[in-house]
């Protein structure tokens, strides 16, 4: 019966060491990582510190003016409905194409559509211009309903409307 008390001292002692040991190496490893977390956060600062000092920051968001800049066009490029600018090409002419231009800042579309357009100016008095304005609105209207297509999937949306949504949630 000693062997047995004797052993099961032991044991209980092992294990109390072992919870020791346990408990030890978790504070270590705990303080290890506040360390680990207060020298980012310290390179962190220090590299906004130096930003701020060269004038090269926009704010704590870690974005330039130029980076916020493109994702307002890129979504603005998305938000184009194709419907809604082969319309108002077809009726407007080139008005409605450069007001799109200007907000998306997208211009090929619009110049490719007008130079289409002053292109088949002559014809139009065959038909008072009604079927030859529709290859320049059918120009305008694929190349920018490509560039919507494209900064739509960048963005990982599908349709005007989540870009709009993105638009207002974030600007």
Known sequence: ?????????QIETLKAEVAELKAARTEELLAQAEERKQNEELRALEAQK????AGTAAATTGQTPQS??????????ARVRTWAYALGAYFTGPIYPFIVAQR?????????GLALG???LP???MDLGILTSLPATALGTALQASKSGKKRAELGILSPEEADLLRFRQF
């Open 123 to 125: 014809f139009a008095v």
């Open 118 to 120: 002053v292109a088949s």
């Open 1 to 9: 019966m000693t062997d047995t008390n004797t052993k099961t001292q």
């Open 68 to 77: 916020l800049q493109k994702k307002m066009t890129d979504i603005e490029n």
């Open 104 to 112: 998306t800042k997208s211009f090929s579309p619009f110049w490719a």
């Open 50 to 53: 130096a930003a701020f000092e």
